[in-house]
Protein backbone atom coordinates (compact mmCIF):
# COMPACT_ATOMS: atom_id res chain seq x y z
CA UNK A 1 0.00 0.00 0.00
CA UNK A 2 1.12 3.34 -0.89
CA UNK A 3 1.07 5.87 1.46
CA UNK A 4 -0.32 9.21 0.86
CA UNK A 5 2.73 12.02 0.10
CA UNK A 6 3.23 14.56 2.76
CA UNK A 7 3.33 17.76 1.75
CA UNK A 8 2.72 19.57 5.17
CA UNK A 9 5.06 17.08 7.47
CA UNK A 10 3.65 18.52 11.29
CA UNK A 11 0.29 19.34 13.08
CA UNK A 12 0.43 20.29 16.57
CA UNK A 13 -3.37 20.14 17.56
CA UNK A 14 -4.41 16.89 18.51
CA UNK A 15 -6.40 15.65 21.66
CA UNK A 16 -6.02 12.40 22.84
CA UNK A 17 -8.16 9.51 25.41
CA UNK A 18 -6.81 12.38 28.36
CA UNK A 19 -9.69 14.61 27.28
CA UNK A 20 -12.43 14.31 24.53
CA UNK A 21 -10.41 12.04 22.38
CA UNK A 22 -10.08 8.73 20.75
CA UNK A 23 -6.61 7.32 20.86
CA UNK A 24 -3.40 7.31 23.20
CA UNK A 25 -0.48 9.87 22.55
CA UNK A 26 1.51 7.24 21.45
CA UNK A 27 -0.58 6.28 18.84
CA UNK A 28 -0.57 9.45 17.00
CA UNK A 29 3.42 10.15 17.11
CA UNK A 30 3.31 6.42 15.36
CA UNK A 31 0.47 8.04 13.56
CA UNK A 32 3.06 11.35 12.36
CA UNK A 33 6.19 8.65 12.23
CA UNK A 34 4.32 6.44 9.06
CA UNK A 35 3.11 9.48 7.46
CA UNK A 36 6.41 10.87 7.40
CA UNK A 37 6.02 14.10 9.69
CA UNK A 38 8.94 16.62 10.70
CA UNK A 39 7.26 17.19 14.13
CA UNK A 40 4.34 16.28 15.84
CA UNK A 41 2.51 17.73 19.03
CA UNK A 42 -0.50 16.82 21.15
CA UNK A 43 -2.56 19.46 22.78
CA UNK A 44 -5.19 18.76 25.38
CA UNK A 45 -7.83 20.87 26.34
CA UNK A 46 -6.90 22.40 29.28
CA UNK A 47 -9.44 21.85 32.51
CA UNK A 48 -12.49 24.18 33.13
CA UNK A 49 -13.86 23.67 36.58
CA UNK A 50 -17.34 24.60 35.28
CA UNK A 51 -17.34 22.31 32.39
CA UNK A 52 -15.61 18.77 33.08
CA UNK A 53 -16.95 17.08 30.17
CA UNK A 54 -14.55 17.47 27.83
CA UNK A 55 -11.29 18.28 29.24
CA UNK A 56 -8.12 16.77 30.86
CA UNK A 57 -8.37 16.62 34.46
CA UNK A 58 -6.22 18.62 36.82
CA UNK A 59 -4.61 15.53 37.73
CA UNK A 60 -4.89 13.68 34.28
CA UNK A 61 -3.12 16.83 33.07
CA UNK A 62 0.00 15.57 35.29
CA UNK A 63 -0.25 12.18 33.82
CA UNK A 64 -0.75 13.95 30.38
CA UNK A 65 2.30 15.99 30.67
CA UNK A 66 4.26 13.11 32.23
CA UNK A 67 3.59 10.70 29.22
CA UNK A 68 4.40 13.21 26.95
CA UNK A 69 7.76 14.13 28.07
CA UNK A 70 8.47 10.45 27.99
CA UNK A 71 7.56 9.92 24.44
CA UNK A 72 9.47 12.76 23.48
CA UNK A 73 12.82 11.34 24.69
CA UNK A 74 11.56 7.83 23.50
CA UNK A 75 10.96 8.46 19.86
CA UNK A 76 13.56 11.70 19.43
CA UNK A 77 15.86 9.63 16.95
CA UNK A 78 12.57 9.18 14.83
CA UNK A 79 10.79 12.30 15.06
CA UNK A 80 10.07 15.53 17.04
CA UNK A 81 7.71 15.55 19.64
CA UNK A 82 6.44 18.48 21.29
CA UNK A 83 4.36 18.91 24.38
CA UNK A 84 1.40 21.41 24.03
CA UNK A 85 -1.76 22.10 25.35
CA UNK A 86 -5.12 23.69 24.24
CA UNK A 87 -5.82 26.41 26.88
CA UNK A 88 -9.43 27.38 26.85
CA UNK A 89 -9.72 31.21 27.64
CA UNK A 90 -11.35 30.79 30.93
CA UNK A 91 -8.19 28.18 32.31
CA UNK A 92 -5.94 31.71 32.65
CA UNK A 93 -2.69 30.22 31.43
CA UNK A 94 0.33 32.21 30.74
CA UNK A 95 4.04 31.89 29.77
CA UNK A 96 4.76 31.05 33.34
CA UNK A 97 2.77 28.72 33.91
CA UNK A 98 3.56 27.41 30.27
CA UNK A 99 7.14 27.22 31.59
CA UNK A 100 6.48 25.58 34.81
CA UNK A 101 4.55 22.83 33.59
CA UNK A 102 7.35 22.07 30.79
CA UNK A 103 4.95 23.10 27.70
CA UNK A 104 6.71 23.46 24.20
CA UNK A 105 3.53 25.43 23.54
CA UNK A 106 0.76 26.57 23.90
CA UNK A 107 -2.89 26.81 21.56
CA UNK A 108 -5.44 29.64 23.07
CA UNK A 109 -8.82 28.81 22.31
CA UNK A 110 -12.27 30.63 23.76
CA UNK A 111 -14.89 27.96 23.64
CA UNK A 112 -17.32 29.80 26.33
CA UNK A 113 -18.61 33.03 26.86
CA UNK A 114 -19.69 34.44 30.49
CA UNK A 115 -22.76 35.67 31.01
CA UNK A 116 -22.60 39.54 32.25
CA UNK A 117 -24.59 39.04 35.30
CA UNK A 118 -24.88 35.35 36.55
CA UNK A 119 -22.00 32.98 37.00
CA UNK A 120 -23.10 30.79 33.67
CA UNK A 121 -21.00 30.13 31.26
CA UNK A 122 -22.42 29.49 27.33
CA UNK A 123 -20.64 26.94 25.09
CA UNK A 124 -20.21 28.10 21.39
CA UNK A 125 -18.88 24.35 20.28
CA UNK A 126 -21.18 21.77 21.84
CA UNK A 127 -24.35 21.68 19.82
CA UNK A 128 -26.33 24.04 18.27
CA UNK A 129 -28.97 24.16 20.84
CA UNK A 130 -26.62 25.00 23.38
CA UNK A 131 -25.00 28.03 21.01
CA UNK A 132 -28.89 28.88 20.51
CA UNK A 133 -29.47 29.00 24.04
CA UNK A 134 -26.23 30.66 24.63
CA UNK A 135 -27.27 33.37 22.15
CA UNK A 136 -30.92 34.13 23.75
CA UNK A 137 -29.74 34.39 26.99
CA UNK A 138 -26.82 36.58 27.08
CA UNK A 139 -28.09 39.73 25.88
CA UNK A 140 -31.99 38.89 25.18
CA UNK A 141 -31.30 37.62 22.10
CA UNK A 142 -28.98 40.16 20.83
CA UNK A 143 -26.72 37.75 18.31
CA UNK A 144 -24.27 40.71 17.59
CA UNK A 145 -23.57 41.56 21.29
CA UNK A 146 -23.10 37.60 21.75
CA UNK A 147 -20.71 37.01 18.62
CA UNK A 148 -18.37 40.37 19.50
CA UNK A 149 -18.23 39.13 22.85
CA UNK A 150 -16.81 35.63 21.95
CA UNK A 151 -14.17 38.02 19.60
CA UNK A 152 -12.85 40.02 22.74
CA UNK A 153 -12.04 37.29 24.92
CA UNK A 154 -10.08 36.61 21.75
CA UNK A 155 -8.67 39.65 21.96
CA UNK A 156 -8.01 39.74 26.09
CA UNK A 157 -6.12 36.16 25.78
CA UNK A 158 -4.06 37.63 23.28
CA UNK A 159 -3.37 40.21 25.42
CA UNK A 160 -3.23 39.07 28.92
CA UNK A 161 -2.34 35.15 28.19
CA UNK A 162 0.02 35.75 24.97
CA UNK A 163 -0.23 32.24 23.51
CA UNK A 164 1.71 31.26 20.73
CA UNK A 165 -0.88 29.85 18.03
CA UNK A 166 -4.73 31.10 18.42
CA UNK A 167 -7.44 28.36 17.81
CA UNK A 168 -9.81 28.01 15.89
CA UNK A 169 -10.20 32.32 15.24
CA UNK A 170 -14.07 32.22 13.86
CA UNK A 171 -15.07 28.55 15.98
CA UNK A 172 -17.99 31.06 16.73
CA UNK A 173 -19.36 29.97 13.09
CA UNK A 174 -19.50 26.25 13.58
CA UNK A 175 -23.36 25.91 13.47
CA UNK A 176 -23.87 28.99 11.20
CA UNK A 177 -24.58 27.35 8.08
CA UNK A 178 -26.37 29.49 5.59
CA UNK A 179 -25.90 32.01 8.14
CA UNK A 180 -28.63 30.79 10.57
CA UNK A 181 -27.46 32.68 13.57
CA UNK A 182 -25.78 35.50 12.33
CA UNK A 183 -24.45 36.86 8.79
CA UNK A 184 -20.83 36.94 8.10
CA UNK A 185 -20.63 38.82 5.68
CA UNK A 186 -22.42 41.71 7.69
CA UNK A 187 -20.27 44.58 8.28
CA UNK A 188 -20.50 44.99 11.62
CA UNK A 189 -19.27 41.10 11.58
CA UNK A 190 -16.14 42.18 9.15
CA UNK A 191 -15.38 44.96 11.10
CA UNK A 192 -15.00 42.90 14.27
CA UNK A 193 -12.91 40.77 12.79
CA UNK A 194 -11.04 43.25 11.54
CA UNK A 195 -10.10 44.51 15.19
CA UNK A 196 -9.21 41.41 16.35
CA UNK A 197 -6.77 40.36 13.62
CA UNK A 198 -4.76 43.92 13.82
CA UNK A 199 -4.97 43.03 17.56
CA UNK A 200 -3.40 39.68 16.80
CA UNK A 201 -0.19 40.98 14.40
CA UNK A 202 0.72 43.23 17.01
CA UNK A 203 1.12 40.14 19.50
CA UNK A 204 3.66 38.20 17.11
CA UNK A 205 0.93 35.09 17.92
CA UNK A 206 0.58 32.25 14.97
CA UNK A 207 -2.86 31.90 13.50
CA UNK A 208 -3.97 28.27 12.47
CA UNK A 209 -5.66 27.32 9.88
CA UNK A 210 -7.82 24.30 11.50
CA UNK A 211 -9.31 21.57 9.80
CA UNK A 212 -11.65 19.74 12.62
CA UNK A 213 -14.90 21.19 11.74
CA UNK A 214 -14.74 19.62 8.70
CA UNK A 215 -13.62 16.13 10.10
CA UNK A 216 -16.17 16.52 11.99
CA UNK A 217 -19.02 17.23 9.45
CA UNK A 218 -19.93 20.68 10.80
CA UNK A 219 -18.60 22.66 8.05
CA UNK A 220 -17.77 22.76 4.62
CA UNK A 221 -14.62 24.96 4.74
CA UNK A 222 -11.69 25.56 7.69
CA UNK A 223 -11.18 28.20 10.00
CA UNK A 224 -10.89 30.83 9.23
CA UNK A 225 -13.18 31.47 6.50
CA UNK A 226 -11.63 32.82 3.27
CA UNK A 227 -11.89 36.64 3.31
CA UNK A 228 -10.41 36.05 6.98
CA UNK A 229 -7.12 34.68 5.39
CA UNK A 230 -7.03 37.45 2.92
CA UNK A 231 -6.63 39.98 5.86
CA UNK A 232 -4.60 37.93 7.63
CA UNK A 233 -2.12 37.52 4.68
CA UNK A 234 -2.26 41.47 4.15
CA UNK A 235 -1.25 42.30 7.84
CA UNK A 236 1.42 39.67 7.42
CA UNK A 237 0.52 37.43 10.73
CA UNK A 238 1.79 34.36 10.48
CA UNK A 239 -0.60 30.98 9.87
CA UNK A 240 0.11 27.41 10.19
CA UNK A 241 -2.04 24.53 9.43
CA UNK A 242 -3.88 21.81 12.43
CA UNK A 243 -6.16 19.28 12.39
CA UNK A 244 -8.14 19.42 15.94
CA UNK A 245 -7.79 15.53 15.43
CA UNK A 246 -9.87 13.63 18.20
CA UNK A 247 -8.72 10.23 16.44
CA UNK A 248 -5.29 9.58 14.29
CA UNK A 249 -7.25 8.61 11.31
CA UNK A 250 -7.79 13.17 11.00
CA UNK A 251 -4.46 13.90 12.18
CA UNK A 252 -3.68 15.86 8.31
CA UNK A 253 -7.09 15.84 7.70
CA UNK A 254 -7.89 18.58 4.58
CA UNK A 255 -3.94 19.76 4.42
CA UNK A 256 -2.91 19.20 0.66
CA UNK A 257 -6.36 21.12 -0.18
CA UNK A 258 -5.61 24.13 2.82
CA UNK A 259 -2.17 24.29 0.95
CA UNK A 260 -3.99 24.88 -1.95
CA UNK A 261 -6.45 27.29 -0.75
CA UNK A 262 -3.53 29.21 0.88
CA UNK A 263 -1.58 29.32 -1.89
CA UNK A 264 -4.08 30.89 -4.11
CA UNK A 265 -4.53 33.73 -1.44
CA UNK A 266 -1.06 34.75 -1.97
CA UNK A 267 0.85 32.64 1.49
CA UNK A 268 4.01 31.23 0.59
CA UNK A 269 5.15 29.52 3.69
CA UNK A 270 3.47 28.19 6.74
CA UNK A 271 4.87 27.81 10.15
CA UNK A 272 6.29 24.24 11.58
CA UNK A 273 7.50 24.00 15.34
CA UNK A 274 11.03 22.04 13.96
CA UNK A 275 14.27 22.52 16.47
CA UNK A 276 12.42 23.71 19.44
CA UNK A 277 11.51 27.01 17.72
CA UNK A 278 8.42 27.87 15.29
CA UNK A 279 10.29 28.37 11.84
CA UNK A 280 8.60 28.77 8.37
CA UNK A 281 8.28 25.94 5.95
CA UNK A 282 7.62 26.86 2.37
CA UNK A 283 4.14 26.03 0.63
Not at 6 to 18: D, G, K, R, V
Request: hydrophobic share 35%; charged share 30%; proline share 3%.
Amino acid sequence: MQTKKIIFPSNLHAHTFYCDGKNNPEDYILTAIEKGFTSVGLSGHSFTKFDTEYCMSEKGTLEYLKELKNLKEKYKDRIQVYVGIEADFYSGFNPKLDENLGLDFRIGSVHYIKDKEKDEYYCIDNTPEILEYGIKNYANGDEKAFIEAYFDNIVEMVHTQKPDIIGHLDLVKKFNKDFKYFDENAEWYKNKVEYVLDEIAKSGAIIEINTGGMSRGWTQTPYPSSFILERILAKNIPITISSDAHETKNIDFYFDESLEIIRKIGFKSAKILKDGKFQDFNI
